[in-house]
């Protein structure tokens, strides 16, 4: 291999290490649609992107942290909450500063939240509420509202 | 000897990394003893860092505004570490966090046009806004604060010093049509036990934190009164002309309580 590749390799890396270590100024995204199983069973599936730099906190830190991520469901006559938000398996690190370790996502990460349909129209009213921080800075608690209509 | 001269053709580039870092480094150690000579000449620097116990990226602004007070002979480096309350929530607070401190955050965003708020952010002379850890930056940004020229027009006295409660005035000669006059109680150290956690019963230090924050109008001539949070703390009261149209600070000066 001669030098020139060498060096230009050795540049690149360089490059592209210096590029990952700028805070990208991404904000976190969500895509939310209800996933019908059958007349009775549906899933509301929510999906985040996440931009390179940063990730989003995952259900099940810490209470007394400072952490929050929560969903909340607007209940309506139309469907009922079956079980808890299910997420993937998370990301773990242990955060010096806290004392405790946090679980967390980067990338992309889809919740589902299962329901059951007890009306043939109806709307579902959710509020996420989650934190974004990159290894620099963390953004104040964002939330992000939706709804989705269920049809017969 | 053709692959050794291959070996260190690579180890160049590592080698000149390390030297520019180093370089770096000393560079950043040159800046910060620069800043802290006193000085009695026509500049300043105020410092504001907005920050919280809470939040887990900032332990390195915290630990540079603490270097930047150690041993700090420049009268005229003035450091404010408010903490905001939007990390706060039923299961977690911060206790020197105030809603009126996010609110003086989001007035900056507001000047600057940021499209978010976030901590740790560091604000120097209300014009320049940059990541708090970012230490050469942050050394930088106070540097050339120290080297612009603002003629003073601002004194303060302390009229009335009890246990619990102080009273201290300020006369202005500026003629600013559009400045306000803010008066910041700041404990210059404390810390707080961690409740929960591994670290649970360790202490977070904190320096330069502001317990309240007062403003008025500008005037020729008025005066604050403040109750002080804790006894048995040192306290120092940081005053401040700034521009409501623009956020920049034209004018600072402190005392001790």
């Not at chain 1, 700028?22 to 599936?45: D, M, P």
């Not at chain 1, 996440?50 to 209470?63: R, T």
């Not at chain 2, 009273?167 to 003629?175: E, G, N």
């Amino acid at each position: 291999m001669n030098r020139l590749a060498i060096l230009t390799c050795s540049l690149l890396m360089l490059f592209s290490g210096y590029i990952k270590g700028q805070t990208s100024s991404g904000q976190v995204t969500w895509e939310c649609i209800l996933k019908r199983k059958s007349s009775e069973e549906g899933e509301i599936s929510m999906k985040a992107k996440i931009p390179a730099g940063w990730h989003i906190y995952a259900l099940g830190n810490n209470p007394n942290s400072p952490i929050q991520m929560n969903f909340k469901f607007l209940p309506h006559k139309s469907y009922e909450l079956i079980g808890p938000v299910s997420q993937p398996q998370p990301l773990r690190k242990f955060e010096k500063q806290l004392g405790i370790p946090v679980t967390y996502f980067e990338d992309e990460v889809t919740f589902g939240q299962k329901i059951k349909i007890k009306g043939k129209n109806g709307a579902i009213n959710g509020t996420i509420q989650f934190m974004q921080c990159s290894d620099e800075i963390c953004v104040p608690p964002q939330e992000f509202g939706f709804a989705l209509k269920i049809r017969p | 000897m053709k692959t050794l001269k291959d070996i260190l053709y690579i180890l160049s580039l590592p080698l000149i990394i390390t030297l520019i870092m180093t370089a770096k480094g000393l560079a950043d150690d040159h800046k910060l003893s620069t800043i802290k000579v006193d000085k009695s000449g026509k500049s300043f620097a105020v410092v504001e860092l907005f920050t919280s116990e809470g939040c887990w990226s900032c332990p390195p602004a915290d630990e540079l505004i603490a270097k930047l007070e150690k041993d700090n002979q420049n009268k005229k480096l003035f450091i404010m570490a408010f903490h905001v309350d939007y990390w706060d929530h039923q299961g977690w607070k911060d206790r020197f966090s105030k809603a009126k401190f996010t609110e003086r955050q989001r007035k900056y965003a507001s000047w600057m046009k940021l499209s978010t708020l976030y901590t740790p952010q560091l604000i120097i002379n209300g014009k320049v806004e940059m990541i708090g850890s970012e230490t050469s930056r942050v050394l930088s940004g106070i540097h050339s604060a120290m080297q612009e020229n603002h003629p003073g027009h601002l004194a303060v006295k302390i009229n009335k010093s009890e246990v619990n409660h102080v009273q201290v005035s300020y006369t202005s000669t500026s003629l600013s049509q559009h400045s306000t006059i803010l008066m910041a109680l700041v404990q210059k150290q404390a810390s707080s036990q961690v409740a929960a956690g591994e670290n649970a019963g360790k202490y977070l230090s904190h320096v330069q934190i502001v317990r309240e924050l007062q403003s008025s109008m500008l005037k020729a001539k008025d005066s604050f009164s403040f109750e002080l949070p804790e006894a048995n703390q040192d306290y120092e009261i940081i005053v401040f002309e700034q521009n409501q149209k623009s956020g920049e600070i034209v004018d600072a000066t402190s005392i001790s309580l």
